[in-house]
C-alpha cells in the first residue's frame, strides 16, 4: 500500500477499499519504524493527524459527493511553512523553540483540499545546502543508499516519498531545491512559475528566487497537489492573479509535435552513464512524437556566480529578523545589546547560514554594490532574455536534473565550491522565475537519474503533460527502494 | 579579488554573527573560494543591460486601508524569550 | 552664545517624518491608532514572524500624491521600496522598508512667509513613503529597555528640504507651513505631542558668499517648533564657536537637550552604519497612472497660501491677518463659518477669532475643533455689537458667559437685560441729573479740565449698568457739558 501513487489511493478511499484512518496509522507506523533511519522528519503530528482521518472518514461517510478533492490523504510539510501550534524549526537552532502562530497559505490550502499533514520533514537549514546535511537535526539519509545524500535543501521531504513514508510532500525550491532532491531520491518534483504558490508563511531564504512545490511519485500526483497548493493569495504582493486551471485536465494530450529544446550548454560536462541514461529517457520522447532541438542557453555558465550573489544577498536581509527579542533563540546572559544580537546570530545559526549571510552583507555593502549586486542583477537579465529567446523556439526545455546521481555523505560537505556547482543546472530556473520539474529517468548503479523539464511562464500544465506521458511509458517512477519494504 | 581577513570580520559585525577566530578564519578561506567563482562575472560586458530585481514584470498591487488584525499579543508574546508588562526585553539601550 | 556674528550664515535642511493618518499600517492589517496598550497592535507581519510578507496600503499613495501636487513636485510614476538594513530592537525585521532611489514625491516648492513678512520659496528635494519604527522605553525595567511595537510600520511621509533655510526663524517659518500644509491636506493629524509630525535638521554654517556648504550635524527628533528653533540657535552658535576657536565640525548626530537648551553628539548612532539599501524583493514596483494622479487632483482642496490670498481679496483683510488666520485649516474654517453667520464685518470677526477666542483657547490649552463657543454662536453675538444692542465692553462679558454656559448670546443678553441703551432722551436725562449732583467737577471742567470728560463718561456708564451707547454718551456728553 505504502508505495501506491497520491492517485491510487484516493480511487482506494473513494471505493472505501481503505479508510483515511487506516491509511494515515499506516503511514506513522512506518514513519516510526523507517524515520530514526533516515531522519527525514523533525516533527511528527500523528495524534492530530488521526483525529483529522477520524474526522475524513466521517465527512466521506456522510457526504461523498461534496467531499473535498483530496479527502484523508496523507501528506508531510517541509519545515520551513508555518503551521499554527506546531514548531517550525526551519531545520535551525535559531527556531529549534519556535511554534508557528498562524499557518502558511499552502499549508491552508492543502487542508482545504482534505489533505492531513503527518509532520513536518528536515530540511537543510533555512534552505540553504544541496546535500541536507546542513541541519542542526543531523543529516538526512538516501532511501536508495544510506551512504548517500538525498539532495536538498526538500531533503526530508524527499527522502520521506521516496522510502514510502508518506505519499506526498511539499518542498520549496530557490536553487533547485525541489527538482535537485526529486531527482536523487527519484520523484516527481515541481517548482512552479515565481508567485504562482503563496509564499505567505513560507520561511523566506531569498524572496525574489523562493518557490513552494510538491513532491510525489509520478506527473499525475504532482499535477492533483499543485490543484490544491496553487492559486492568488492577497497576502503576498509577488502572487500572481491569475485563476488556476486544472492542472490535471491536459495530462493526457499527445505530445506529438511538441518541440522540445536541448541546450547543449547543459549537456557538455555530464558523464558517460548519465549522458546515456538521459539519451534513452529523451528517445522515449521522440518515439511519442517530440522533435528535439538543439538550442542555446549562451550565459548558462552565469547562472551560479550570478545565484551566489543575489540569493546571498535577500538572504542576509531576509535573516536579520532572527535577533534573539521576539521569539527563536536567544544566548545566556546577554552583557549588552550587541552582544545579544551577535552571540544569539553567532549560536543559533549554523555554518552554511552564516556563510551566506557574510556574502550577502558583503555584496551589499558601501563599495561593493555596484560591482556583485547590481552587475549580477544585469547578468541576471542576460539569463532571462536566453531563456525568453529559446522559448520563442520550442515548447518546453530538456536537461539533466543534476550533474550526476547522489553523492556520498561527507563527500562535498567541506567544499561548498564544489558543492554549489550541484545545483548548475538548477539554479538558471529560479533567476528566470520559469517553472520545471524533474521526473525519473533511470538509475546509475542503484541510484536514481533525474531528467529536469524547463517551460515559459506559467507553463505547469505543458511541463506535467510531457512527464505524464513520459511516465505511461516508463516505469521508473514506480520503482522503490527495497529496504524500505 | 583579495579578501581580508579584517574585511570577513567586519562584514561578520556588520551582520552581527559572532565568531571564533578558528571560524573566522576558515569561513575567510572559503569565502575566498567562493569569491573564485563569483568574479567570473566581473568578465561580463553588461553595458546597456537593464537590472533585474524580480521576475516578475509587474506592478505592486495595494489593499483597502482597512483594519482587518486583531490584538493577539498574549499568542506572540508566549514566544518571547524575556518580556514584562506586555513589552519585549532587551538589554539596556543607552542614547 | 545666542548672537550669531555676522560674518557667518547658516545653512538648514529638514527632513521631516509626517505620519500619514491612515486606519491601518503601510504593510499590515493591523490598527494604526496611536495610544493602545504596549504591543496590542503589532500583528504578525509588524513583528517579523518568519514567513510573513508585506501587502501596501493603497490610501498612502493617494496621500503622498496629494501631497506631491500641493508642492507641484513631480510625481514618481513608478517608485521602488528598498530595504535599509541595521540592527536596533524597535526594528522588528532588522531592515525598514523605505524608498532610496525611485522616491514617489520627486521636486517641488513650497511658499513659506516667515514671521517677519519676507516671502520665500523654499525647494523640497523629495518626499518618500517609509515605514515608522517601534518605541522603546528606557527607565521602566531594572537595567533593560522595554520595546513596544505598535508603532512599527505606521506609515510616515518623509518630506526633505532644500538646503535653503537661513536662520532658525526661517526653519520655523517653514515648519509651521508645512504643518498647516498637511493639516489642509487631511493626510496627517499634526499632532507633535504624539509624534505624528517629527523633524531633524540638518546644520551648517559658512563665511558668508562661501561657495561651499560647511560640514553639517543632523539633529534629530524636536518635538516642537520652540525647540526646533532653540536647537538649530543652539547649534548655529555651538558650530561658529568651534570654528573661530580654529575647530572643525565633525560630521555627526546631535540631539537636542531641551531641559538644558543644548544639543549633544549622540555617539551610539555613529557606528559607521551602511545600510544595504537594495530593492525590496517582496514588493514590486509602484506604478502611480496619470489617471489617478489626475483623480487625486480633483479632490484637492484650497491649500493654505490660496486661502490666504483670497481672504486678502475676498475680506480685505491684511497679509498678517490672512496669515495668522490660515496657519491651521480649522482656525480659519471657523472664521469663515463665524463670517458667514455674522452682520460684524469681516475685519472684527478675524479680530474675534485671533483675539479674544484663541486667547481663551490658550489659556485653557484646547484647541480650536473643542472651543465650546461655536462659530455660529460667535457669529451671533458679533451681530449684536454690530447692530449696536450691545456695546464692545458688554460683548466681551457676554462672551466669557458664552464660554462657561455655552448659551447663546441673545439668551444671556436678554435675560440679563445687557441691550445697550440708544434711547437719546432716557440718556440726556441721566447726563443732566449727574451735572446737578456734581456741581464742581462740572465748574472745573468748563475751566478747562478736560480729562475731568472721562469722569463723566465713567458715571453715565455706571449710572447705566454699562448699556449706554458709548458713541452717543460721547456725543451727548460733549455738548451738554459745555454748556
Known amino acids: 500500500m505504502h508505495f501506491k501513487s497520491l492517485t491510487e489511493l484516493k480511487l482506494a478511499l473513494h471505493k472505501k477499499e481503505v479508510s483515511s484512518h487506516e491509511l494515515v496509522s499506516h503511514y506513522l507506523k512506518r514513519i516510526e519504524r523507517f524515520n530514526p533511519q533516515l531522519n527525514a522528519f523533525i516533527t511528527v503530528t500523528g495524534e492530530s493527524a488521526l483525529q483529522e482521518a477520524q474526522k475524513a472518514d466521517t465527512l466521506r461517510a456522510r457526504d461523498p459527493e461534496n467531499a473535498p478533492p483530496l479527502l484523508g490523504l496523507p501528506m508531510a510539510h517541509k519545515d520551513l511553512f508555518c503551521t499554527d501550534g506546531v514548531k517550525t524549526s526551519c531545520a535551525s537552532k535559531m527556531l529549534d523553540n519556535f511554534i508557528a502562530p498562524y499557518d502558511a497559505t499552502v499549508v491552508t490550502k492543502c487542508r482545504d483540499t482534505g ?293 556520498k555523505i561527507g563527500e562535498k560537505v567541506s567544499d561548498p565550491v564544489t558543492m554549489y556547482q550541484c545545483d548548475i543546472y538548477t539554479l538558471a530556473l529560479n533567476l528566470a522565475g520559469l517553472p520545471g520539474l524533474s521526473m525519473p529517468a533511470g538509475f546509475i548503479n542503484g541510484l536514481p537519474v533525474g531528467l529536469q523539464l524547463m517551460g515559459h511562464y506559467m507553463q505547469e500544465s505543458k511541463l506535467l503533460n510531457i512527464a505524464h506521458q513520459y511516465q505511461c511509458h516508463s516505469d521508473w517512477h514506480q520503482q522503490h527502494p527495497t529496504a524500505m519494504e | 579579488m583579495t579578501l581580508s581577513i579584517k574585511k570577513v570580520q567586519e562584514t561578520a559585525y556588520l551582520a552581527r554573527i559572532a565568531m571564533s577566530d578558528a571560524e573566522l578564519n576558515r569561513c575567510h578561506h572559503e569565502i575566498e573560494q567562493i569569491f573564485t567563482l563569483i568574479d567570473q562575472l566581473q568578465a561580463v560586458d553588461t553595458k546597456g543591460i537593464t537590472p533585474l530585481a524580480h521576475p516578475q514584470a509587474s506592478q505592486q498591487r495595494t489593499v483597502a486601508d482597512k483594519v482587518t488584525e486583531s490584538d493577539q499579543h498574549e499568542k506572540f508574546q508566549a514566544l518571547a524569550p524575556a518580556k514584562q508588562l506586555d513589552y519585549y526585553l532587551v538589554p539596556q539601550v543607552i542614547e | 552664545m545666542t548672537t550669531t556674528k555676522s560674518e557667518w550664515e547658516s545653512v538648514i535642511g529638514l527632513e521631516v517624518h509626517v505620519q500619514l493618518a491612515t486606519k491601518a499600517k503601510l504593510f499590515s492589517g493591523a490598527s494604526a491608532h496611536y495610544g493602545a496598550k504596549p504591543n496590542s497592535q503589532a500583528c504578525a507581519v509588524d513583528l517579523a514572524f518568519p514567513g510573513v510578507l508585506p501587502v501596501l496600503n493603497r490610501e498612502v499613495l493617494t496621500m503622498a500624491v496629494r501631497f506631491g501636487l500641493s508642492v507641484n513636485a513631480d510625481i514618481g510614476k513608478r517608485s521602488i521600496f528598498a530595504r535599509k538594513n541595521y540592527f536596533y530592537p524597535d526594528l522588528p525585521k532588522g531592515y525598514q522598508i523605505t524608498q532610496f532611489e525611485h522616491p514617489i514625491v520627486g521636486r517641488g516648492t513650497l511658499p513659506v512667509i516667515t514671521e517677519d513678512g519676507r516671502n520665500l520659496s523654499i525647494g523640497i528635494t523629495r518626499a518618500h513613503l517609509e515605514e515608522d519604527a517601534g518605541k522603546s522605553l528606557h527607565d521602566a525595567f531594572n537595567s533593560m529597555t522595554g520595546v513596544d511595537l505598535n508603532r512599527a510600520g505606521v506609515p510616515l511621509l518623509e518630506i526633505v528640504s532644500e538646503p535653503e533655510l537661513r536662520s532658525a526663524a526661517e526653519a520655523v517659518a517653514y515648519l509651521k507651513t508645512l504643518h498647516a500644509l498637511v493639516g489642509y491636506l487631511q493626510i496627517c493629524d499634526g499632532n507633535l505631542q504624539e509624534g505624528s509630525f517629527r523633524c531633524d535638521a540638518n546644520v551648517s554654517v559658512r563665511k558668508k558668499g562661501a561657495p561651499e556648504f560647511g560640514t553639517r550635524a543632523e539633529i534629530k527628533n524636536v518635538n516642537s517648533f520652540r525647540f526646533v528653533e532653540k536647537a538649530i540657535e543652539y547649534e548655529i552658535a555651538r558650530q561658529i564657536q568651534v570654528l573661530e576657536q580654529g575647530g572643525t565640525i565633525v560630521q555627526e548626530t546631535r540631539l537636542y537637550d531641551s531641559a538644558k537648551n543644548e544639543t549633544r553628539s549622540m555617539r551610539s ?215
Open chain 1, 115 to 407: 489533505l492531513i499533514t503527518l509532520g513536518k520533514t528536515n530540511m537543510d537549514e533555512f534552505a540553504m545546502g544541496s546535500s541536507n546535511e546542513n541541519s542542526f537535526y543531523g543529516p538526512v539519509l538516501n532511501p536508495w543508499n544510506t551512504d548517500y545524500v538525498p539532495g536538498g535543501s526538500s531533503g526530508g521531504s524527499a527522502a520521506a516519498v521516496a522510502a514510502g513514508l508518506v505519499p506526498a510532500a511539499t518542498g520549496t525550491d530557490t536553487g533547485g531545491s525541489i527538482r535537485q532532491p526529486a531527482a536523487l531520491c527519484g520523484l516527481t518534483g515541481l517548482k512552479p512559475t515565481y508567485g504562482r504558490v503563496s509564499r505567505y508563511g513560507m520561511v523566506a531564504f531569498a524572496s525574489s528566487l523562493d518557490q513552494g512545490g510538491p513532491f510525489a511519485k509520478s506527473a499525475e500526483d504532482v499535477a492533483l497537489l499543485l490543484n490544491a497548493m496553487a492559486g492568488f493569495d492577497e497576502r503576498d504582493s509577488t502572487s500572481l492573479n491569475v485563476p488556476v486551471e486544472d492542472y490535471t485536465q491536459h495530462l493526457n494530450r499527445s505530445i506529438a509535435g511538441l518541440k522540445i529544446g536541448l541546450p547543449k550548454e547543459y549537456f557538455s560536462h555530464v558523464s558517460g552513464p548519465m549522458q546515456k541514461t538521459l539519451e534513452e529517457a529523451l528517445k522515449v520522447l521522440e518515439k511519442l512524437g517530440a522533435t528535439l532541438v538543439e538550442i542555446s542557453l549562451p550565459h548558462a555558465d552565469l547562472a551560479i556566480p550570478t545565484y551566489y550573489v543575489l540569493a546571498p544577498a535577500e538572504c542576509s536581509s531576509n535573516l536579520s529578523r532572527y535577533d534573539g527579542v521576539r521569539y527563536g533563540y536567544r544566548c545566556e546572559n546577554p552583557r549588552d545589546l550587541n552582544d545579544l544580537y551577535l552571540r544569539s546570530r553567532g549560536e543559533g545559526f549554523g555554518t552554511e547560514v552564516k556563510r551566506r549571510i557574510l556574502i550577502g552583507t558583503y555584496v551589499l555593502s558601501a563599495g561593493y554594490y555596484d560591482a556583485y549586486y547590481l552587475q549580477a542583477q544585469k547578468t541576471r537579465q542576460l539569463i532571462k532574455q536566453d531563456f525568453d529567446e529559446a522559448f520563442k523556439k520550442v515548447d518546453a526545455i530538456a536537461s539533466p536534473t543534476t550533474p550526476t546521481p547522489a553523492f
Open chain 3, 269 to 483: 548612532k555613529e557606528n559607521a552604519n551602511d545600510y544595504r539599501y537594495f530593492p525590496d524583493p517582496d514588493l514590486l514596483p509602484v506604478e502611480v497612472s496619470q489617471a489617478f494622479i489626475d483623480e487625486v487632483a480633483t479632490t484637492m482642496p484650497e491649500l493654505p497660501w490660496q486661502k490666504r490670498l483670497r481672504l486678502q481679496q475676498e475680506y480685505a483683510l491684511s497679509e498678517y491677518d490672512a496669515n495668522v488666520l490660515t496657519s491651521n485649516k480649522a482656525l480659519c474654517d471657523f472664521f469663515e463659518e463665524a463670517l458667514a453667520h455674522t452682520k460684524a464685518s469681516a475685519k472684527i470677526t478675524a479680530n474675534w477669532v485671533m483675539g479674544e477666542l484663541s486667547a481663551l483657547l490658550n489659556k485653557n490649552n484646547l484647541d480650536i475643533e473643542q472651543s465650546p463657543i461655536s462659530a455660529r454662536a460667535l457669529g451671533g453675538l458679533l451681530s449684536h455689537l454690530a447692530d449696536n444692542i450691545i456695546s464692545g465692553k458688554i460683548a466681551k462679558t457676554v462672551f466669557e458667559k458664552m464660554w462657561s454656559s455655552g448659551e447663546e448670546a441673545s439668551v444671556i443678553i436678554e435675560r440679563e437685560g445687557l441691550v445697550q441703551e440708544n434711547d437719546s432722551a432716557a440718556l440726556e436725562k441721566v447726563i443732566d441729573e449727574l451735572m446737578l449732583a456734581n456741581p464742581s467737577q462740572l465748574a472745573e471742567y468748563r475751566s478747562g479740565k478736560d480729562r475731568l470728560f472721562g469722569y463723566f463718561v465713567g458715571l453715565v456708564m455706571k449710572q447705566t449698568a454699562g448699556k449706554a451707547n458709548p458713541a452717543q454718551v460721547n456725543e451727548l456728553l460733549k455738548q451738554k457739558l459745555a454748556g
